[in-house]
């Protein structure tokens, strides 16, 4: 019966998914190869690749913390990126635009992720960690403004350009290393899989049946921060879908067990991605995707936080 | 006192405490087959504290062979999306292989756990929808499937009401008696309850010592509250 469910909810998320990059890669009308293959296409396969990646992330996350809200942003993950892209290109260091920005936001991710590693081997406590996670953003998003206020007009300009987040930027080669990122990081969820199920039920239960509570936060926290680190790095922060990916899997497939949540949500993520997307297309002048992603996000936060927040209880 | 089946575990002279602080030194405690042993003691007493320091604990006689020491938290988040069979298969965390699969004698083991405990009914139900009692039943069966030779609960009647309480102390003293003849260990308050199912009492006294007695709700609440004068309150 759940098998049956957990496949048609997976063709009918494929077709949709399929149907959303068709939709996408034509918008805008008829093109010739070359506007499809080096513009169009890369497009797509960054928003499908991203969305998996911040999706995934967003899944382990919220289970290893048992907090429905957790994800990358929540945890300065993205607040160390848009540091180390705020060094780019508002300090004397680098004025050479794109590929440096992408590099230090990229190092800037690491560092936050690298911080937040080195605080879950001191603190046990998933909801004390959550806290580091959420006071490290803080303070990280202190120092961008610090920067920005010191800055001249053009560094911030092209700050500004990193941080609305797009997936225009990302060429073919890109798009392999952010490629190889996602599928590091998804080997190791899948790797902790069984971690993440047992995980739910409480640090207690989970080390009295024999699991390594601290080894499991370790490995999903690490492929979390390979993830983020590479698409933040290559479109800018982007909210919302790590949270609401995981949910939206667990309503359409009905469980909870990431034997099928770290699929679907690879799935669902890849579909709000793209629908973010392609909304951002329709407009006359390509709209800020971190801006349409919230405009897709925000309602299912919502719905989270009034209809129906189960998940952890 | 009756004595049960064989020892499976013989403690002399344990010291337990938290951190830098020794609650209490020289215990002894024996733990036999078929037994169903009664924990209490103030809040704050160390009764936790003793049952985490037995679950970590390795029995070396021929009835502890192949069978694990298995602690039950007071309280399991019931986390929507799991049906009762998935929760007790995710609860064979070290038996399962890397994918979480358990070989067919296991699976046969959850059947015979379920119909142990009543719950065959509800294997397939979400576990949110469950009630705390079945929960607990089902946390129980968990163990089961484990092949505890000892069952240690954290308050298992804590957050139950009346009915509930009661059912689940029953299936505590039926689990006793069924032919793997687990011994069983739970803390409680709920000191008249708990008494009508246990064979013996183990009491955390105020004043530092640990006193193995007979089911005799006087003489424990004594032991337990043993410099505090509470004879009046029986």
Redesign the interface.
Known sequence: ??RRRNIVAGIIGLAFLVALAAADLLCGGAADSQVLRLLRAPRVATALLAGAALALSGTQMQSIF?NPLADPHIMGVSAGASLGAAIATMSAISHSGGLSVALAASVGAMASALIILLASKKFHSASTLLIFGIMLGFIVNALVAILQFSTDAESLKLFYSWSAGSFSTTTWSDIITLAIAVLIGTALAIAG??GL??I???D???L????KVGNIRLTALLSCCIMTGAVTAFCGPLGFVGITAPHIA?WMF????H?VIIPASILTGGIISIAADLISQLSPSPLPTASTMALVGIPVILYILIGKP???? | MTQKGNILLDIKGMTIGHRDRTLYSGVDIEIRESECIMLCGANGSGKTTLLKALAGMKGEGAEMKGKEIIMIPTRIPKVEGFTLREFIRISCFSQSDFAGRLSPEQESRIDQALETLGLQHLAQQDISTLSDGEFQKGSIAAALVRKAAIILLDEPTAFLDAENRINVLKTLKHLCSTPEKPAVIFSTHDLHDGLAVCDKVVALGSDGIVRTSKTDLKETVKTIFKDKQNDNQI
Not at chain 1, 208 to 211: D, E, L, P
């Open positions: 019966m759940k048992r899989r069984k199920d047992i739910l039920f409480g207690e239960f989970a009295m049946a024999g699991a667990r009905g469980t909870s067990s034997k189960s998940f952890g209880k």
